[in-house]
């Protein structure tokens, strides 16, 4: 496709479940991010990939939340033993390029919206 | 701590009017400064990008300003239309940090006909 895509698009679970979120990026871009918005919230940076690697992991909340990265394309948000306060909207982005000293526009994902009963 | 602030947090204007959303930033050292659209139930949308040696952008009747010195920064809507009805996100990036974006709580703004 031609934009980021994520799946599920809603993902509804009892307390104590753990989830796995997907991403799949824009083809060639070699940054992935991961934010968190809950309702009503501003956008919380969680983690991003350069590639493969994750330089950054101070945003993920709790040692619950893991993330990786394959073959520098799709990543998947892990969290594990979901507790109440983890239902948000998880969103990813892709750029070319890290943005940091580049003017990369980052292109978001429609979000996985996670609710946890 | 580096910190991204925006005002107002709501705002309502007619149809047709102009307005301006601000943005303070204690980010350092600064890389880059972005404004998003995020429309309810969408993921945001970029607006504009600015480095330090830029001083305005625009993206159609949406104009951007930097003023690196002050670490202010503003967002211009010229004539709205009904569908600039959105959340608008002031994001900063430091440098050396590479990839972490530091957001704004965004302003709100909602365009009456």
């Known amino acids: 496709g031609a934009g980021v895509s994520q799946s599920p698009s809603n993902k509804v679970t009892e307390k104590g479940k753990d989830v796995e979120l997907r991403c799949d990026p824009i083809?060639?871009?070699?940054?992935l991010y991961w934010y968190r918005q809950s309702l009503g919230q501003g956008l919380e940076f969680l983690i991003y990939?350069?590639?493969?690697?994750?330089?950054?992991k101070s945003g993920l909340p709790s040692d619950r939340f893991s993330a990786e990265r394959t073959g520098g394309s799709v990543s998947t948000l892990t969290i594990q033993r979901t507790q109440q306060e983890d239902s948000a909207v998880y969103l990813c982005?892709?750029?070319?390029?890290?943005?940091?000293?580049?003017?990369?526009?980052?292109?978001f994902g429609p979000g996985t919206r996670l609710t946890v009963l | 701590k580096n910190q991204v602030e925006q005002s107002p947090q709501s705002l309502i204007i007619l149809e047709g009017k102009n307005c301006t959303l601000q943005?303070?930033?204690?980010?350092?050292?600064?890389?880059?400064l972005r404004w998003y659209k995020q429309d309810t139930g969408r993921g945001p949308v970029s607006l504009t990008i600015?480095?330090?040696?830029?001083n305005t952008k625009s993206n159609g009747r949406y104009t951007a300003t930097l003023d690196a010195d002050t670490k202010q920064s503003s967002l211009h809507i010229t004539a709205s239309q009904l569908s600039d009805s959105a959340s608008y996100i002031c994001?900063?990036?430091?440098?050396?940090?590479?990839?972490?974006?530091?957001f704004g709580q965004g302003t709100t703004l909602q365009v009456k006909p």
């Open positions: 982005a892709s750029s070319l390029r890290i943005t940091s000293g580049t003017t990369d526009t980052q292109y």
């Open positions: 083809s060639g871009h070699t940054a």
């Open positions: 600015m480095t330090f040696s830029e």
């Open positions: 990939f350069q590639g493969n690697s994750a330089p950054d």
């Open positions: 943005c303070n930033y204690t980010v350092s050292p600064f890389s880059n």
């Open positions: 994001v900063v990036s430091a440098y050396g940090n590479t990839g972490k974006l530091i």
